[in-house]
């Protein structure tokens, strides 16, 4: 690393300190030149995540618009905002270790739909009813059957 002071670019590491679980390493340097002490930060670059909607189109993955669609389908239901939270870190983490660089939106939804159901029901079937564009009522029944049967 350059120093910022002399701009030697030769420098030893005094200090490494890891901050956010592992996420970002802070180290203090000193020039071995002039001596000056400097900080650097060091974190994994992480690739813009594409989806590939159903009708072949691709967009940003756009987290604010995961977690509405949640929030929307969780609204009077005994979830908490942080619960939100944690299911939208919960399936960011996922399609982050899973996928590069794209996914279909397909997987995302299945994926919503998976912990929802452990979170509550009736968010569930909404937010089903909404991935699934049920087609009538009919649908929707069969969908609650299956909820019987899982359990
Ligand atoms: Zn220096």
Do not use: W
């Not at 029944?141 to 899982?150: F, G, P």
């Amino acid at each position: 690393m350059r120093c910022p002071k002399c701009l030697k670019m030769d420098d030893r590491v005094i200090d490494s300190r890891s901050l956010k679980n592992g996420e970002i390493i802070r180290r203090r340097r000193a020039c071995t030149r002039c001596g000056h002490r400097f900080t650097t930060y060091e974190q994994v670059v992480k690739a813009i995540l594409v989806v590939l909607k159903r009708d072949q189109h691709r967009e940003d993955f756009d987290r604010a618009k995961l977690r509405a669609s949640i929030a929307h389908a969780a609204i009077k239901r005994p979830i908490s905002e942080p619960q939100i939270d944690m299911l939208v870190d919960d399936i960011m983490r996922e399609i982050e270790a899973e996928h590069e660089t794209e996914v279909h939106s397909t997987l995302i939804g299945r994926k919503v739909m998976d912990k929802l159901e452990k979170v509550d029901e009736v968010a569930f079937l909404r937010f089903a009813s909404i991935y699934r564009r049920f087609r009538d009522a009919s649908q929707f029944l069969s969908e609650i059957e299956n909820l019987i049967e899982r359990q």
